[in-house]
């Protein structure tokens, strides 16, 4: 794959960076301000269409800069209300990105985008095919944002596209292990919650993490109120760092004290997310454990996955008696258990699957 030479994007800049730009291009500093509302507000990604700005000033960003850096390779529809972009990247690699649109009982319907951090991943969870071909590179702020546009103009081409209220949840469950790009993550977040940004609710964003509590308790830090959902996926550390291999490290007992000092200082409700693997972590002991394991939790909330098959992992979804089983158990040991549908198999929904696809297709 070539690489396609790009001119520098604005995408990702913070007010002080456009600032810089727009300074270096001769224009005066508080043009800025209009330049982030185009980009950022208006979502306008062609300079030439930037109509507020000075026209020097467009004629210049159009020779010095860019914006949108990734292209749309496919657009899966799952008929199901969710669509999956896959993106690549303008060095080769390629990305995934889904939009959902779920309807409610009372006929509105809410939106959410699923977002990566990285091409690839290097946890290697073995029931993930994000982490099968291992980490390409991390994405930078810009590239991560990028997705947030892609995925605007994909809603705008449906006939349910509510311009004033087109998203209502921002998750970043895509590919890659959100924490282990931290910088770049929380670029991307600040400008999606930026009042000069997109001005999402910071806590209508959930930073999905397979569990580094160091940077769990760094992005506490942060004085955000993200929703935080830790991938569980097992109940005893030797099950756990056969599934999750970075759990030898971290171990289970200092994610879930780190996922409580997140509770502590942000106020938000933590989700732990649990991936049934069939005959792996489906069992009766298993949903018992977990229930000590989360008795002195404040307020969890638990998310069961029942797995989406990946090829060439070796493992299985569980039986739908198992999953009621576990659910019921949970329910009965008073906890707050969702189940989550498998909604968009058909676009190979579960975590990088149509990446994996995409770029076999590309080396055949
Ligand atoms: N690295 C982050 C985000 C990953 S994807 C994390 O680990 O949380 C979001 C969720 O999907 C994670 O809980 C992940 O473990 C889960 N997942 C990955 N592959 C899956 C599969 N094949 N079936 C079901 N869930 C899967």
Same mark, same amino acid.
């Given at each position: 794959?070539?690489?396609?030479?790009?001119?520098?994007?604005?995408?990702?800049?913070?007010?002080?960076?456009?600032?810089?730009?727009?300074?270096s291009?001769?224009?005066?500093?508080?043009?800025?301000k209009?330049?982030?509302?185009?980009?950022?507000?208006?979502?306008?990604?062609?300079?030439?269409?930037?109509?507020?700005?000075?026209?020097?000033?467009?004629?210049?960003?159009v020779?010095?800069?860019?914006?949108?850096?990734?292209t749309?390779?496919?657009?899966?529809?799952?008929?199901?209300?969710?669509?999956?972009?896959?993106?690549?990247?303008?060095?080769?690699?390629?990305?995934?990105?889904?939009?959902?649109?779920?309807?409610?009982?009372?006929?509105?319907?809410?939106?959410?985008?699923?977002?990566?951090?990285?091409?690839?991943?290097?946890?290697?969870?073995?029931?993930?095919?994000?982490?099968?071909?291992?980490?390409?590179?991390?994405?930078?702020?810009?590239?991560?944002?990028?997705?947030?546009?892609?995925?605007?103009?994909?809603?705008?081409?449906?006939?349910?596209?509510?311009?004033?209220?087109?998203?209502?949840?921002?998750?970043?469950?895509?590919?890659?292990?959100?924490?282990?790009?931290?910088?770049?993550?929380?670029?991307?977040?600040?400008?999606l919650?930026?009042?000069?940004?997109?001005?999402f609710?910071?806590?209508?964003?959930?930073?999905?993490?397979?569990?580094?509590?160091?940077?769990?308790?760094?992005?506490?830090?942060?004085?955000?109120?993200?929703?935080?959902?830790?991938?569980?996926?097992?109940?005893?550390?030797?099950?756990?760092?056969?599934?999750?291999?970075?759990?030898?490290a971290?171990?289970?007992?200092?994610?879930i004290?780190?996922?409580?000092?997140y509770?502590?200082?942000?106020?938000?409700?933590?989700t732990?997310?649990?991936?049934?693997?069939?005959g792996?972590?489906? &069992?009766?002991?298993?949903?018992?454990?977990?229930?000590?394991?989360?008795?002195?939790?404040?307020?969890?909330?638990?998310?069961?996955i029942?797995?989406?098959?990946?090829?060439?992992?070796?493992?299985?979804?569980?039986?739908?008696?198992?999953?009621?089983?576990?659910?019921?158990?949970?329910?009965?040991?008073?906890?707050?258990?969702?189940?989550?549908?498998?909604?968009?198999?058909?676009?190979?929904a579960?975590?990088? &699957?149509?990446r994996?696809?995409?770029?076999?297709?590309?080396?055949a």
């Amino acid at each position: 794959m070539c690489t396609v030479a790009t001119l520098p994007s604005l995408i990702g800049k913070t007010p002080d960076q456009l600032r810089e730009v727009v300074v270096s291009l001769g224009a005066k500093p508080f043009v800025a301000k209009q330049l982030a509302e185009c980009l950022y507000k208006k979502r306008e990604t062609d300079f030439s269409r930037m109509t507020s700005l000075p026209v020097a000033l467009r004629e210049k960003l159009v020779r010095s800069y860019s914006t949108l850096t990734s292209t749309v390779v496919t657009a899966e529809d799952s008929g199901e209300g969710t669509i999956k972009l896959a993106l690549r990247l303008f060095d080769g690699p390629i990305i995934e990105c889904v939009l959902m649109r779920e309807s409610g009982e009372d006929g509105t319907s809410r939106v959410t985008a699923c977002i990566s951090t990285q091409a690839g991943c290097a946890m290697g969870c073995v029931f993930c095919a994000s982490g099968m071909l291992g980490l390409k590179r991390n994405l930078t702020a810009g590239e991560i944002l990028e997705q947030m546009f892609q995925l605007y103009y994909l809603s705008r081409m449906s006939p349910e596209h509510d311009a004033e209220n087109w998203l209502h949840n921002v998750v970043v469950m895509g590919m890659g292990e959100p924490l282990h790009n931290f910088d770049a993550l929380m670029g991307a977040l600040e400008t999606l919650n930026a009042e000069w940004g997109f001005r999402f609710a910071a806590r209508r964003i959930t930073v999905s993490t397979v569990g580094l509590p160091d940077k769990i308790r760094e992005l506490a830090a942060q004085g955000f109120q993200f929703n935080l959902a830790i991938s569980l996926h097992a109940t005893t550390d030797e099950k756990r760092t056969q599934l999750i291999p970075t759990n030898v490290a971290t171990g289970l007992k200092n994610i879930i004290d780190a996922a409580a000092d997140y509770f502590k200082q942000t106020k938000r409700e933590v989700t732990f997310e649990y991936t049934l693997v069939g005959g792996e972590n489906d &069992q009766p002991d298993d949903a018992i454990r977990m229930i000590e394991l989360l008795h002195d939790f404040p307020r969890a909330n638990v998310n069961l996955i029942p797995m989406n098959p990946v090829p060439g992992s070796g493992l299985k979804p569980p039986g739908t008696e198992r999953v009621e089983e576990f659910t019921r158990l949970l329910r009965e040991g008073n906890i707050n258990v969702h189940v989550r549908k498998k909604r968009g198999r058909s676009v190979q929904a579960a975590c990088g &699957q149509l990446r994996l696809r995409l770029e076999a297709d590309t080396v055949a």
